[in-house]
């Protein structure tokens, strides 16, 4: 029945930020679309399914693959209503909940990105994914037909459980999307320089969009930076506020010039780039609303941020903060809505065999101006120029020609 009960999705806990950041010790009570009661015991789905192994088992590493055949611990049972907030945040059951349930968010917020169902890369082999969410590594990964979590060892010598860490997954199901999107070269990916350092950065922005999605870091970011994305940035004194990791990294000043060829330090300024162009979106949603003046100009030009402006900055977005939380959680939120839809709709413009970050600059470019975001299609070329990812003398006639359009709309 339409408006029925089972219509709203079912019910998990998910942990924003890994639980042992200061803030975030209490998982928030999200729904994912699945209906009530159509997730199994597992948990699992028609496209994924959780394995908590008994026995030590390797990482999986070519030929070995999915599925895992060993002893494993009985599947967890959903309430008697058919939700999975029920489980005890503490117990090793909640482990593989928790990240079926983060999976099955970031594909909830990608997909309504994309406007379709994301099929998996692998899917001519496996129909789903194996979740495994604790094996004796230190490490995770995604891989072909498979999600595995390890642990990361704290000096105390406890465990950061990467089970529990909503970043580590969404970024790993991260490129999971990406394989599915923009394909996978038919030699694998290449030790070349773009291809993977674009998965990996763009992968950081699947993060931060997702933790984005919580009220809990939503409402956390705004409050402790009183609204002033730019005092949680790296360049700005005030740096110390920033334990979100995707915020770190997102926040980053690199330019081309300044990075090598290791995939993770390449994939910085194109993931810096893009977080320029979230925080522009912001500024100018706060403005036109009336929320704070600015000086003019854009964060590019920002880029050679003083003390004087810095302190401007937060002057603006400090004034009746109270009183503006919420239209300034709203802006934010329009913001990441408009800069995720255009980088979901670029994927499909990109060829894996040839893409460059150039191809992929202006593709997002072209998303905006299909979209007649055409102002904030010119951010993104100023901020992408300031990076050294287009040319600054040639990219207004590049970018006229890829929009295919006398000027942008």
Same mark, same amino acid.
């Given at each position: 029945?339409?408006?029925?009960?089972? !219509?709203?999705?079912?019910?998990?806990?998910?942990?924003?930020?890994?639980?042992?950041?200061?803030?975030?010790?209490?998982?928030?009570?999200?729904?994912?679309?699945?209906?009530?009661? !159509?997730?199994?015991?597992?948990?699992?789905?028609?496209?994924?399914?959780?394995?908590?192994?008994?026995?030590?088992?390797?990482?999986?590493?070519?030929?070995?693959?999915?599925?895992?055949?060993?002893?494993?611990?009985?599947?967890?049972?959903?309430?008697?209503?058919?939700?999975?907030?029920?489980?005890?945040?503490?117990?090793?059951?909640?482990?593989?909940?928790?990240?079926?349930?983060?999976?099955?968010?970031?594909?909830?917020?990608?997909?309504?990105?994309?406007?379709?169902?994301?099929?998996?890369?692998?899917?001519?082999?496996?129909?789903?994914?194996?979740?495994?969410?604790?094996?004796?590594?230190?490490?995770?990964?995604?891989?072909?037909?498979?999600?595995?979590?390890?642990?990361?060892?704290?000096? =105390?010598?406890?465990?950061?459980?990467?089970?529990? =860490?909503?970043?580590?997954?969404?970024?790993?199901?991260?490129? !999971?999307?990406?394989?599915?999107?923009?394909?996978?070269?038919?030699?694998?990916?290449?030790?070349?320089?773009?291809?993977?350092?674009?998965?990996?950065?763009?992968?950081?922005?699947?993060?931060?969009?997702?933790?984005?999605?919580?009220?809990?870091?939503?409402? $956390?970011?705004?409050?402790?930076?009183?609204?002033?994305?730019?005092?949680? =940035?790296?360049?700005?004194?005030?740096?110390?506020?920033?334990?979100?990791?995707?915020? $770190?990294?997102?926040?980053?000043?690199?330019?081309?010039?300044?990075?090598?060829?290791?995939?993770?330090?390449?994939?910085?300024?194109?993931?810096?780039?893009?977080?320029?162009?979230?925080?522009?979106?912001?500024?100018?949603?706060?403005?036109?609303?009336?929320?704070?003046?600015?000086?003019?100009?854009?964060?590019?030009?920002?880029?050679?941020?003083?003390?004087?402006?810095?302190?401007?900055?937060?002057?603006?977005?400090?004034?009746?903060?109270?009183?503006?939380?919420?239209?300034?959680?709203?802006?934010?939120?329009?913001?990441?809505?408009?800069?995720?839809?255009?980088?979901? $709709?670029?994927?499909? $413009?990109?060829?894996?065999?040839?893409?460059?970050?150039?191809?992929?600059?202006?593709?997002?470019?072209?998303?905006?101006?299909?979209?007649?975001?055409?102002?904030?299609?010119?951010?993104?070329?100023?901020?992408?120029?300031?990076?050294?990812?287009?040319?600054?003398?040639?990219?207004?006639?590049?970018?006229?020609?890829?929009?295919? !359009?006398?000027?942008?709309?």
């Amino acid at each position: 029945m339409a408006g029925s009960e089972n !219509s709203i999705g079912t019910r998990f806990l998910l942990y924003p930020q890994s639980p042992n950041t200061p803030g975030y010790e209490k998982p928030e009570l999200v729904w994912i679309s699945d209906p009530q009661g !159509s997730i199994l015991p597992g948990p699992q789905n028609d496209r994924m399914y959780v394995v908590d192994p008994l026995v030590e088992k390797p990482p999986y590493e070519y030929p070995y693959l999915p599925p895992y055949m060993g002893a494993k611990a009985p599947p967890v049972e959903p309430s008697p209503d058919g939700h999975f907030d029920h489980i005890d945040p503490s117990s090793r059951a909640f482990l593989g909940v928790h990240v079926f349930g983060c999976v099955a968010r970031i594909l909830d917020i990608w997909e309504g990105y994309l406007g379709h169902r994301i099929t998996w890369h692998f899917a001519d082999k496996y129909e789903r994914l194996e979740i495994l969410p604790l094996i004796e590594w230190q490490n995770a990964q995604s891989g072909f037909g498979m999600l595995e979590f390890g642990y990361r060892p704290l000096p =105390n010598g406890a465990q950061d459980l990467y089970a529990l =860490n909503f970043d580590v997954i969404a970024h790993e199901i991260g490129h !999971s999307i990406l394989f599915s999107e923009i394909g996978l070269p038919e030699n694998g990916l290449p030790a070349g320089r773009d291809l993977r350092a674009y998965h990996e950065g763009v992968s950081d922005i699947c993060s931060l969009v997702g933790m984005l999605h919580f009220d809990t870091a939503m409402d $956390r970011l705004l409050r402790r930076g009183s609204g002033n994305l730019m005092a949680l =940035n790296e360049l700005n004194r005030v740096a110390e506020l920033a334990d979100e990791r995707q915020i $770190r990294i997102a926040g980053n000043a690199r330019k081309m010039s300044d990075v090598g060829d290791e995939v993770h330090d390449r994939s910085r300024p194109f993931t810096g780039a893009l977080f320029d162009v979230l925080v522009q979106i912001y500024h100018d949603t706060a403005v036109d609303q009336g929320l704070v003046e600015l000086p003019h100009g854009s964060i590019a030009d920002a880029r050679a941020i003083d003390m004087d402006l810095e302190q401007t900055y937060a002057r603006a977005f400090e004034a009746d903060y109270d009183l503006k939380h919420f239209q300034l959680k709203g802006a934010l939120a329009d913001a990441r809505d408009t800069m995720a839809l255009a980088l979901a $709709r670029s994927w499909g $413009r990109l060829d894996c065999e040839t893409l460059s970050y150039t191809d992929a600059a202006y593709a997002v470019c072209d998303a905006l101006q299909e979209a007649g975001q055409g102002k904030v299609a010119e951010t993104v070329v100023e901020c992408m120029a300031w990076r050294e990812i287009l040319n600054p003398y040639d990219v207004h006639l590049l970018g006229r020609d890829r929009a295919r !359009s006398a000027v942008w709309i």
